[in-house]
């Protein structure tokens, strides 16, 4: 009999949380976005990186009561349910991936204690390319109630879509209005210019030289095919991308000449353009390394470089500069 009672102590002390706690769902079924006027955009696809199973804890009714605000279902589904409402897709309306990184609320702020901040860190994504990227913040005095948490939610994506839409007087260039007074974006625009054509300039860029140019015709995602000359001498060739972007790694296989026949070769080498700051495809920094093999070397520049082979030998081709 001791032991049961024992037993039973025991289990009701190490069962018995130190205080009281509860769990609290909300949803977003109630809830709307409002629409853009001249929307030319609709959320397609959402990655969430946001992987907490408690929105937040909150003591918002009672300093004895620890209340687990939770989405009735996962947030990814829940905000997918929100944007299809609110957002639809439309006739020629650019689709966008949202990736989200955090949803954070943080309750008792501010210097009187009695403000909930909410933030929403989210990127907008167009294929491989970053469109915008931001964390939207606002505070709600005098929060109170459970039930306020996803109108205040939805206020905060509001904000942030809402502020991505304002972006588009920044991506036009000219002034082109539409009927209502508000500039509009293309996808052509978003991605910036539609030629994947690069310019690139440096040292042994155009062929063995001291400085030259070469321009590349982008045809596909994959394939490009480029030319170039320089101080003195000139190249052509194919270049493999790994990306269908201006920036990434590619394969060049070439013919390079220096001199204009005083010495030619075949050569492979890696290469890759990197744009300088976060525009994609931009003023960048451009470089290609690998091995050539010379096929032809004139007596002359044989004395010069020392050798006396008549056989093709292979050498280290690199080149360096900046392209766009």
């Known amino acids: 009999m001791k032991h049961s009672i024992l037993f039973l102590f025991l289990f009701f002390v190490l069962n018995t949380p130190l205080f009281a706690q509860k769990t609290y769902n909300i949803s977003f079924e109630d809830e709307r976005i409002s629409d853009f ?10 990655v969430n990186k946001w992987s907490r199973d408690v929105f937040t804890y909150s003591k918002l009714n009672s300093n004895n009561v620890l209340t687990e605000i939770r989405f009735e279902s996962d947030f990814k589904s829940e905000l997918k349910f929100l944007l299809l409402k609110s957002l639809p897709e439309k006739q020629n309306q650019i689709g966008l991936t949202l990736i989200i990184e955090n949803l954070q609320a943080i309750e008792s702020y501010g210097a009187d204690k009695n403000a909930l901040k909410i933030s929403f860190h989210a990127q907008l994504v167009l294929d491989e390319m970053v469109l915008y990227t931001n964390r939207y913040e606002k505070i709600f005095l005098n929060n109170s109630e459970y039930d306020q948490y996803p109108a205040k939610i939805t206020e905060v994506i509001q904000g942030y879509l809402y502020d991505f839409a304002k972006i588009e007087e920044d991506v036009k260039e000219n002034d082109n209005l539409n009927n ?23 040292y042994q860029i155009g062929g063995y030289n001291l400085i030259g140019i070469d321009y590349e015709i982008r045809a596909t995602d994959v394939l490009g095919v480029h030319v170039g000359v320089g101080i003195t001498g000139y190249t052509a060739g194919v270049k493999l991308h790994w ?21 030619n070769g075949w050569a492979v080498e890696y290469g890759s353009k990197n744009t300088f700051g976060r525009r994609e495809g931009a003023f960048g920094f451009y470089y290609q390394i690998g091995l050539a093999l010379i096929t032809n070397l004139d007596p002359d520049l044989k004395q010069v470089l020392g050798t006396t082979t008549d056989t093709p030998f292979p050498t280290l081709s690199v080149g360096v500069g900046v392209g766009w």
């Open 37 to 46: 006027d001249g929307r030319e955009f609709f959320i397609e696809t959402i």
């Open 180 to 202: 209502d007074g508000k500039p509009t974006f293309s996808k052509e625009e978003l991605e910036g210019p539609r030629s994947r054509n690069i310019i690139a300039v440096g």
């Open 243 to 263: 990306k269908p972007t201006k920036d990434g790694g590619f394969v060049n296989v070439s013919y390079k000449d220096a001199g204009f026949g005083l010495m």
